[in-house]
């Protein structure tokens, strides 16, 4: 039994949100935690989930699937470190970006008095993630489940999931982009050779997928129409300010702009909280990219002459502040970080600063995640739907610019001050705790580990010497209050003397380590850890013993593996401890940030060589780092925006006079593509997860849970019909496959009946497949089947195409069911449920056909026939045309394909393949041979039989 469910903390609150996948209750999957960023302490709910969670999945880097992932890990820290968390390396990296950027903007990271996090935290966090690859099957819960991440092709490095158990095979994909971006590949539902769906994905039990959908316009058309108005703005003299995703869509914006651009000496200006971070990150994920940007990258790498690379951090000029645009006159392209346009994101300040120049466009290009929030970005975009509406008579088109003037009230928007006094001060008291907390933390399980680390070895020598354990337990017990009293005396005189026993412990673990990986002779300090034999000859046991199976020794890959170099809280911040010392480097001048004057007044305290070292946009984006990100650089405080705003004309009021626009390129499917991938997988159920981005009841048109319902629930009557034709329009008159397969109209299958389960999933209420008795249940008419080994050694195989091989298997099915109870009346759920498990038993041939005469003697019908072996059979596979013509060349018959891939032989029978409509594709169609009975034709039909096994 398959279980999914949108947990949140109540029916209509969306401040927290997470995918349940549950399997038999048995085994738990918590996918994508979001937050809204308003109230941290509405993910306390979460603890009764975490304590069933057996593993975590990650699917894009963007806020909306992982900014709750660092809030679980704050609040649950202990719940979390025991559960397996699982992205790619892309979404992992990425993902950090994204979360530094999300919380600082909602004040809970960074030099902010309400800050609960510091930016190492997120760093170990992220580091604990498990990274997979693209088709990489994953093996958890003890081998009982295999995750396979594919490439999702909406965000870099974004995936969508098939989960498999037992027979549940779940396909989890929240947001996917079936077209192919500039820089991405579409996502991996059909193989990019023939065009088929890929097997592995084929008829799932659940295909559970988002109902935001992209704009139905081409993406070469969309790029055109957003390439338009950034050109049209630049010729006005304007600014066209771009708000985006920084780990999502930013990539395809900057790299359409570049491409677009080529080199022109337009300024590109970028705002974000850690500089061009993204930027460097991407340039070193150009392998996770599509083809076309590898040879760009490949080109200009190996080019004599100097081209510019995809990606390359110095095409953007950073802004240390958004009131630098002020300053800033003339065309001029702005990206600013945060694509909802809130109190806090830069790309607020930067709308307040150019909102009110009429050469000025905002040029939306994806809509809020958390647009039931009525955030700034969902209100520019009804309001531009409204006026393109008006301006189109009635027809909406990507694209389309209109004018925007408009008074918006900002009473929630707040600046950012320095604190100051007292205020400073039990800031700076409680960071300094909070660090220290912190470190004795991991003095404890450093501490810890050591120990168990030195049991672990001294149950390996504790059969060879009893005395020496004696003697070394008496020393241990008479020195083991030194060392509770020098524990005690760190936490009494402060964070220097834990400092100093945090660095000697690690360095003393670290050469100890280093040493015995290196196979080094040891220089030990001689403490009561140490045996008298062990100080005067240090030797120690090799607890990595070198594993053999039957091909010999079996190899770590590991070994093999290059070590990531940014790791370990360098990820985000790489020049952080240049900072954070007690001489801090200040620079004062505005163009001295631009690299002009390096012997100015920023360069008093550094060295030539110091200056030499780093460009002058890596010394600013240092102190971007520096000023948004370092707990106690400068601590500030968050104060009501007020009268002292001079871009406000009232105190809580922000007057808008630009222009404004939207051009979808948030990089999701439309619904004609949905519904070809739908039809293609052909999922017995279909999840249709709820749109956030608009407002169900408020403004219907613009809700897509609605529109993909209805189309869904319309093809399903319009197959309906179809499958009513089909049964009509065969005839006696032509030889389709279910004539061919002789007996195959008396077998009942699952799929006989073509029906799709549409469902929508709502908050807080579970969807349950694999049960009769829940409403909204799917019935489970499928089992697994343990095959007896008796039975395994008398089959006989019969290959299909070379590529498959079928058996006709017989027996007797024995039900074994766990914890069932004796002691109540059972029923039909207690012996045939999703928990079930079914063996077939060997029955010799005379019994079971004896068997089968008792049957039919008991039965008015005599269909039943005793297994002689002459009864019908069934026939299996599927026959290809193309496959069909090889086999009729060589009987030295004449077969080519004419108009509309009909197979014509000898100019005289025509075999084609019929499909219904949606129903079926031209694949799995069936075939069709048009011609007057002859030698030919059974000669032609008994090719096809030969093509198929029966059993």
Known sequence: MFTFSLITPGKEDFSFRAALLSFDNEFKI????????????????????????????????????????????????????????????????????????FYRANGILGPLDTALLELDEVDEWFDKVNSVK??????????????????????????FWLITKRIDRVIYAPAWN???????NSASFLSTSNGNPLSSLLRPTAFITSTDMGSTMSHKKRTEKFLQLVDATLANGGAALIPTSLSGRFLELFHLIDEHLQGAPIPIYFLSYSGTKVLSYASNLIDWMSPNVTSEWEEAENSSIHKSVPFDPSKVDLLLDANELIQLSG?????????????GELSA??????????????????KSFFGVDDTLNSILYKEWHTLAKKKLNGKVEDGVAVPLERVFSIDDWTREESLVGRELTDFQERIALHRKEKLLAKVKDRKTQNLLNSDLVDAEDSSDDEEEEESG???????????????????????????????????????????????????????????????????????????????????????????????????????????????????????????????????????????????????????????????????????????ASSYST??????????????????????????IIVSSLKPYNLLLLPDLTTNETSNPELNGLLNVRSFFENQQVEQKQEENKKNLFNSTRYLSLSTIRSGLSSVVSYGSNNKMNVLSVTNDESIKIGTDNDAGGVGLNNFEINLDDNIIDDLKWQSIDGSYRVAQVYGELEIYNQGSSAKRSRDLNDYINPSTLFTLKKVKKEDFAKRQLAVADRTTSSSLQPLTGNGPKLAIGNIKLPDLKKKLVGRNLNAEFKSEGTLVVNDKIAIRKVAYGSVEGDDTGDIVIDGNAGPLYYEVKECIREMLAYV
């Open 178 to 184: 079936h077209s192919k971006d500039s820089f991405l």
């Open 473 to 643: 337990d008496e020393q241990s017990k008479t020195v083991e209050p030194t060392e509770t009293a020098v524990i005690t005396a760190t936490v009494t005189t402060g964070p220097s003397i834990a400092d100093e026993l945090a660095a000697h412990e690690a360095f003393i673990s670290d050469h100890i380590k280093q040493s015995l990986e290196e196979n080094r002779p040891l220089d030990l300090k001689i403490t009561h850890k140490l045996k008298p034999r062990q100080a005067m000859f240090p030797y120690f046991i090799n607890l990595h013993k070198h594993k053999f199976d039957d091909y010999g020794a079996v190899v770590d890959i590991k070994d093999f593996q290059r070590t990531d170099e940014m790791t370990n809280n360098k990820i985000i911040l790489e020049g952080k401890k240049k900072f954070e010392q007690n001489d801090r480097r200040r620079w004062n001048d505005d163009n001295d940030r631009r690299g002009q004057g390096q012997n100015g007044a920023r360069g008093k305290n550094q060295t030539r060589n110091q200056i030499n070292k780093l460009t002058p946009q890596e010394q600013l984006n240092n102190q971007i780092l520096e000023k948004h990100l370092d707990t106690l650089f400068t601590p500030r405080k968050r104060v009501p925006l007020g009268a």
């Open 650 to 675: 009232t105190k809580q009021q922000l007057r808008v006079r630009c222009g404004l626009s939207f051009v979808d390129l948030s990089g999701l499917v439309d619904l004609r593509s949905l519904s």
């Open 349 to 366: 300040e930067a709308f307040q600063y150019l909102c009110q120049d009429e050469k000025s466009t905002i040029l939306l290009t994806e």
């Open 30 to 101: 918590l996918a994508d935690p979001s937050w809204n960023g308003k109230d941290v302490s509405s993910v306390l709910f979460m603890e009764q989930y975490l304590r069933e969670t057996n593993i975590i999945l990650l699917s894009h880097s963007t806020p909306e699937f992982l900014s709750g992932y660092v809030l679980l890990c704050l609040k649950f820290p202990h719940l979390m470190a025991n559960i397996q968390v699982y992205s790619t390396l892309p979404v992992n990296q990425l993902g950090r970006l994204s979360t530094v950027e």
């Open 134 to 159: 693209y088709l990489q099957a994953v093996n958890v819960f003890e081998n009982k489940v295999v995750i396979t991440p594919y490439n999702a092709g909406h965000t870099l490095g974004g995936t």
């Open 331 to 343: 065309p001029k392209i702005v990206f600013c970080s945060g694509i909802d346009l809130k109190n």
